[in-house]
């Protein structure tokens, strides 16, 4: 099999997919040494890591250039998180995904949000439409890359949250995504309902309420990602160490 086969089988055994989030070569090189499968980029750590905020602000040929570095340091698939494409014309979207698959990325998130002075979500037909032109032209190319269609009705924490996301997948599914990203929801109770609205992979996103990964199995959920919580942690515990070597005014605690 192939990075791209080799992914997608990833997503379709008994067990979740547990996806290691990077920014940099060093974080990728750690994961596939530890035994990860796969690992995906995290949009928010690689920007900050960058000096910018998330949102797209990051320039893409800079992303491209990172991307470039860790995938010629790993042997395990990489799926890259391009936000809402770094564009608004999704001609210029699908331009970007090639230039992902030029490099040998195998998959990609796009999120059915954006995050403009007022973060909104685009309305469901207008995505629906962006996931469509994407799958038809890598389709008509035999391009084959893992559409991962975020959306984020649980992220805005809109009142009828599970309905909306429902009603998204089904409209993501038909036009073509290959899984369904839902970050933000943790009842079991959504999951579960969420995982029988399609047939598509869910994955869900590390939150302190996320049910664990066995009864995320149990409850049928096919990928598990770590987003921007490991590059958090360890900024909190940089931020700790550099505390630590102040007060003590030595080096010890580094050894």
Known sequence: MNLF????????????????????????????QNGFKAIATSSAAMARSMGYEDGENMPFNLLLQIVERIISNISIP???????????NVSVIVQNIEKLYEL???????????????PQMLPVNDFQRIISAIANHLGKKSINMFINARTDAFV?????????????????ENAGATGIFVPFITDKHDIKEVVKATKLPINVFALPALPTFMELSDLGVKRISMGTA???SLIRSLEKTIQTILQEQSFKSLY
């Open 5 to 32: 086969e080799t992914f997608l089988q990833l997503h379709h055994n008994k067990e979740p997919l547990l996806i290691g989030n990077v920014w940099d070569v060093t974080g990728a090189k750690v994961f596939e």
């Open 78 to 88: 990489l799926s890259v998180d391009i936000e809402g494409g770094y564009s608004r």
């Open 104 to 118: 040998g990325v195998v998959g990609f998130n796009i999120e059915d949000s954006i995050k403009t002075e007022k």
């Open 156 to 172: 805005f924490k809109l009142p009828s949250a599970l309905e909306e996301t429902i009603k998204r997948i089904n409209a993501y």
């Open 230 to 232: 490991l590059h958090k």
